[in-house]
């Protein structure tokens, strides 16, 4: 779409993205990361991992919310060891807000350029996330089941 390349149109989007992205960031920060490696969603209220209670195993994203936590305090090294998925989630959404915050800053076209990139990789770019998605989930069933 032509709009997506109006420089008033990826200021509009930039904004919105810091502000979710830096909401996300902050809430991860005042998080306490759980020791048991998952659960640290609990403290914003939200219920037990549904999936984990009905089948004893954890979601593809078990972990998330406590490698994000792990992150944000400045514990990468845990935060891979818990669910290296999250990590590289967490990873490019600081990549993110940093070319977001950039176009609200001062607007260049990054995104243009970003997504003229990405475009003819996408298939490649999608097939690679889901393959990490699911070695980082059976990564995470074999140390939950202390295999690892």
Request: with cysteine.
């Amino acid at each position: 779409l032509e709009i997506a390349r109006k420089p008033w149109f990826t200021r509009a989007v930039s904004v919105g993205l810091v502000g979710s992205i830096g909401t996300v960031f902050m809430l991860a920060a005042l998080l306490v990361p759980s020791a048991e490696g998952h659960g640290t969603h609990l403290q914003l209220g939200l219920g037990p991992c549904t999936f984990l209670t009905l089948t004893d195993f954890p979601c593809p994203m078990c972990g998330a919310t406590t490698s994000f936590t792990l992150m944000a305090h400045l514990r990468p090294i845990a935060a891979f060891l818990n669910q290296p998925f999250a990590t590289l989630l967490f990873a490019l959404s600081a990549g993110t807000f940093a070319v977001a915050l950039s176009e609200v800053v001062d607007p260049r076209g990054r995104w243009t350029r970003i997504l003229d990139w990405l475009e003819p990789r996408e298939g490649w770019l999608a097939a690679g996330f889901l393959a990490a998605m699911a070695a980082s989930w059976f990564y995470k069933i074999a140390t939950m089941a202390g295999v690892l």
